[in-house]
């Protein structure tokens, strides 16, 4: 089987600007969930998506969001981007609430 | 509030020795622990875990210990390859509650030839 799949792997944006990210899963899984990952605070839960509905959600600002598609493929977005946003953006799926099996990442550099 | 910690954040060992990580949390819902492996700019590796039913749990090198009582849990990594040197992170869950994993800090493993 395929391994979870991030793209971008890289991105550059400045102040202000907004970003979407996508994560394709597992095949077969449903859960899909994004990490954050910085120098300062590690790795930090964003939020989970469970059959298209957002299940968990972490203590982030409003500026991050997310989507699941019908085909468990998942997006997250950033608004107005900060310099603090720069971090390495991890997406993992799992079956259910079992084992996550992560991406290899998106890193996100905020100018 | 770090709800799970790992004290040590580098171990070096040498080669064919034992490799001993340590993870303590203070969450007593959670329910579910992994051990991940990682490297510089690449997603974490899923290597080991252990649901809070078990206190051993066994896969070729690796073993992960867990103590329930001293919320305390340990991955043991026997015989120490080089490949073996990355960052490894603990990471815990409350299943019932969907799949939110809290990581610790990571320790920095470096095993010398």
């Known amino acids: 089987k395929a391994g979870v799949t991030q793209t971008p792997r890289y991105l550059i944006k400045t102040r202000g600007q907004q970003v979407t990210l996508s994560c394709s899963p597992i095949?077969?899984?449903?859960?899909v969930s994004w990490y954050q990952q910085t120098p300062g605070q590690g790795l930090q839960f964003l939020f989970e998506?469970?059959?298209?509905?957002?299940?968990n959600k972490g203590n982030f600002p409003g500026r991050f969001s997310g989507r699941q598609f019908s085909n468990s493929r998942s997006e997250m977005n950033v608004s107005t981007l900060e310099l603090g946003d720069s971090a390495l953006y991890l997406c993992?799926?799992?079956?259910?609430?079992?084992?996550?099996?992560f991406g290899p990442g998106t890193r996100l550099t905020v100018l | 509030d770090q709800q799970v910690k790992q004290n040590s954040p580098s171990l070096s060992v040498q080669e064919g020795r034992i490799s001993i990580l340590n993870c303590d949390y203070t969450?007593?819902?959670?329910?579910?622990f992994l051990w991940y492996k990682k490297y510089p700019a690449e997603g974490p590796t899923f290597l080991i875990s252990?649901?809070?039913?078990?206190d051993k749990n066994e896969d070729g090198r690796f073993t992960v210990f867990l103590n329930k009582s001293a919320k305390h849990l340990s991955l043991h990594i026997v015989p120490s390859q080089p490949g073996d040197s990355a960052v490894y992170f603990c990471?815990?869950?409350?299943?019932?509650?969907?799949?939110?994993?809290?990581f610790g800090g990571g320790t920095r493993l470096m095993v010398k030839p």
């Open positions: 990471a815990a869950s409350e299943v019932h509650a969907g799949n939110m994993l809290t």
């Open positions: 252990i649901s809070s039913i078990k």
């Open positions: 969450n007593s819902m959670f329910d579910y």
């Open positions: 095949s077969g899984h449903r859960s």
């Open positions: 993992a799926s799992s079956l259910l609430a079992d084992t996550q099996y």
């Open positions: 998506y469970f059959s298209e509905t957002q299940r």
